[in-house]
T-cell receptor, first 113, second 111 residues
């Protein structure tokens, strides 16, 4: 069974903290994605990666960075957390072709106080 | 630019009745269209997709979707709703590396 695992289900952080969200997939997928989900806005793409050490900005990259040192792992970094980054964060992966489905992790609900 | 619209924030239906969740899209070229479902405190799960071929696509849990090119729509349907179908449904269109998701429609099925 395919699996995308996000390291934390719930996180509470303070404003200004550096936050790491980790995602691991076991399907040998080339492409990995980070989204944030907010009510009424659907999923918005923060960053994606199509290969190890490669990254591309999505639609809302400001305040975030990513790291992909190994194929199976894609990390999202909040350099200095702010309250407007309180959200649900979803990681996903897919193999190369556009017609292929995305597999999602269970999500990390981040609260920044 | 690609876009997806889900015109209804919420759909209410009685158990046993048919359900429809609406989706329209805008894309250049051939569309790759998807439906995903999200249960509470979970990630998204794939339901079905349209790539090419028959306009009626069948997916998981008895769901199906009808691709209509002239109306640029991809509505999700089920002949007989179950209470357990209550969830958040997302329509999506894929082009290249990126997938564009709609805002989501919350489905409530009442017993």
């Amino acid at each position: 069974d395919v699996k995308v695992t996000q390291s934390s289900r719930y996180l509470v952080k303070r404003t200004g903290e550096k936050v790491f969200l980790e995602c691991v997939q076991d399907m040998d997928h080339e492409n990995m994605f980070w989204y944030r989900q907010d009510p009424g806005l659907g999923l918005r793409l923060i960053y994606f990666s199509y290969d190890v050490k490669m990254k591309e900005k999505g639609d809302i990259p400001e305040g975030y960075s990513v790291s992909r040192e190994k194929k199976e792992r894609f990390s999202l970094i909040l350099e200095s957390a702010s309250t407007n980054q309180t959200s649900m964060y979803l990681c996903a992966s897919t193999s190369g072709e556009a017609k292929n489905i995305q597999y999602f992790g269970a999500g990390t609900r981040l609260s920044v106080l | 630019a690609q876009s997806v619209a889900q015109p209804e924030d919420q759909v209410n239906v009685a158990e046993g009745n048919p359900l429809t969740v609406k989706c329209t899209y805008s894309v250049s070229g051939n569309p790759y269209l998807f439906w995903y479902v999200q249960y509470p405190n979970r990630g998204l799960q794939f339901l079905l997709k349209y790539i090419t071929g028959d306009n009626l696509v069948k997916g998981s849990y008895g769901f199906e979707a009808e691709f209509n090119k002239s109306q640029t729509s991809f509505h999700l349907k089920k002949p007989s709703a179950l209470v357990s179908d209550s969830a958040l449904y997302f329509c999506a269109v894929r082009g290249g590396f990126k997938t564009i998701f709609g805002a989501g429609t919350r489905l409530f099925v009442k017993a």
